[in-house]
């Protein structure tokens, strides 16, 4: 929409670039041409504003099938007014000279004029297309038609409009039809997940089988060597207790010798011992026969004092003093004789 302003009575109308403007005055065309800028008066004046840009158009309609299915057709055209001063002529794009708004509405008139040629097109083709195919090739016939169809539609280049591009998004069945024709493709794609799934268990058991005959064999093989392990113990045993029965024969004959060594050693010493003892017994006896009686007396006395523990004190009765002093005296020359 173009922008205009009020200065004193004047409007002064600036447009864009992609928007054509035509302006009358008194029936005169004073103006024309896209991106203008002027001055004018609203009484005296008629405008009119015309894009010149490329405009989508996008349409969704219902269409039947040679199968007599409903399928639904989204399809996009691009479209853009080559004519300006045509379209004018053939559709009301007059605007407000104050506003700038349009009086009527040209663009919905030119969606009606395309949906209407596309539609009618696409009819035509599904019309005498089964479901199956128009699903699967359906969208590029129709393309194909829809777009020559509006090529060669003689209202549009009278009205000024070039048709740049046509797109057809989707064709798409009802939600029960649609559901219907996806359950072969899922069952499809169920049997071959299931087969994966069923070859992917074999040869998970196919691997449990080898792992567990692995193992079978790694325990006969442990069980082998355990019994090679025990046989060898047994002789390691063996070869261990004959050599400590040698090693004790041998330890026990040394010991024996050793005894016999130590007794006969013993035996001697004893010998000698009592040899020396009786010669020192017989050298004491014969010492003491030699001696007075009252010398040996005064050294048996000296033994026993040495021996006797210690007396703090001595009480001597009369009884044992007389007793003893008559022993003594007896024991002189004159007892004797």
């Given at each position: 929409m173009a922008d205009i302003t009020r200065r004193f009575g004047w409007r002064h109308l600036r447009s864009a670039p992609t928007a054509h403007i035509r302006h009358h005055k008194r029936g005169r065309l004073t103006h024309d041409g896209p991106g203008l800028s002027f001055w004018y008066r609203s009484l005296s004046a008629a405008l009119s504003e015309v894009p010149v840009n490329d405009r989508e158009l996008a349409m969704a309609f219902h269409?039947?099938?040679?199968?007599?299915?409903?399928?639904?057709?989204?399809?996009?055209v691009t479209y853009r007014i080559s004519d300006p001063a045509e379209?004018?002529?053939?559709?009301?794009?007059?605007v407000d000279p104050d506003t700038g708004a349009w009086r009527s509405a040209p663009l919905e008139q030119i969606a009606t004029l395309l949906t209407e040629t596309a539609q009618q097109h696409a009819l035509d083709v599904l019309a005498r297309t089964p479901l199956a195919v128009a699903l699967v090739d359906g969208v590029a016939s129709v393309r194909e038609r829809v777009a020559t169809g509006l090529a060669a539609e003689p209202?549009?280049?009278?009205?000024?409009?070039d048709?740049?591009?046509?797109?057809?998004?989707?064709?798409?069945?009802?939600?029960?039809?649609?559901?219907?024709?996806?359950?072969?493709?899922?069952?499809?794609?169920?049997?071959?997940?299931d087969r994966a799934t069923y070859e992917r268990r074999a040869v998970a058991v196919e691997r449990e089988r080898t792992i567990a005959e692995n193992e079978l064999a790694s325990?006969?093989?442990?069980?082998?060597r355990e019994e090679q392990l025990v046989d060898q113990r047994g002789i390691n045993a063996r070869r261990e207790a004959e050599e400590k029965s040698a090693a004790d024969g041998v330890r026990t004959e040394a010991e024996a010798a050793r005894k016999v060594r130590l007794a006969r050693a013993e035996a001697e010493a004893a010998r000698d011992l009592g040899a020396a003892r009786a010669e020192a017994q017989t050298a004491w006896l014969r010492a003491h026969a030699e001696v007075d009686p009252r010398t040996l007396h005064a050294l048996a006395a000296t033994r026993l004092a040495e021996n006797l523990p210690r007396i703090d004190s001595l009480t001597l009765s009369p009884d044992v003093l007389t007793g003893l002093l008559a022993r003594l005296g007896g024991s002189g020359p004159e007892a004797r004789a």
């Amino acid at each position: 929409m173009a922008d205009i302003t009020r200065r004193f009575g004047w409007r002064h109308l600036r447009s864009a670039p992609t928007a054509h403007i035509r302006h009358h005055k008194r029936g005169r065309l004073t103006h024309d041409g896209p991106g203008l800028s002027f001055w004018y008066r609203s009484l005296s004046a008629a405008l009119s504003e015309v894009p010149v840009n490329d405009r989508e158009l996008a349409m969704a309609f219902h269409a039947r099938t040679g199968d007599f299915q409903d399928v639904t057709v989204q399809a996009t055209v691009t479209y853009r007014i080559s004519d300006p001063a045509e379209a004018a002529t053939r559709l009301d794009f007059s605007v407000d000279p104050d506003t700038g708004a349009w009086r009527s509405a040209p663009l919905e008139q030119i969606a009606t004029l395309l949906t209407e040629t596309a539609q009618q097109h696409a009819l035509d083709v599904l019309a005498r297309t089964p479901l199956a195919v128009a699903l699967v090739d359906g969208v590029a016939s129709v393309r194909e038609r829809v777009a020559t169809g509006l090529a060669a539609e003689p209202r549009l280049p009278a009205t000024g409009i070039d048709v740049v591009a046509v797109r057809v998004v989707a064709i798409r069945p009802e939600a029960e039809v649609e559901r219907a024709l996806r359950t072969p493709a899922r069952e499809q794609i169920q049997q071959e997940a299931d087969r994966a799934t069923y070859e992917r268990r074999a040869v998970a058991v196919e691997r449990e089988r080898t792992i567990a005959e692995n193992e079978l064999a790694s325990q006969i093989e442990l069980a082998r060597r355990e019994e090679q392990l025990v046989d060898q113990r047994g002789i390691n045993a063996r070869r261990e207790a004959e050599e400590k029965s040698a090693a004790d024969g041998v330890r026990t004959e040394a010991e024996a010798a050793r005894k016999v060594r130590l007794a006969r050693a013993e035996a001697e010493a004893a010998r000698d011992l009592g040899a020396a003892r009786a010669e020192a017994q017989t050298a004491w006896l014969r010492a003491h026969a030699e001696v007075d009686p009252r010398t040996l007396h005064a050294l048996a006395a000296t033994r026993l004092a040495e021996n006797l523990p210690r007396i703090d004190s001595l009480t001597l009765s009369p009884d044992v003093l007389t007793g003893l002093l008559a022993r003594l005296g007896g024991s002189g020359p004159e007892a004797r004789a």
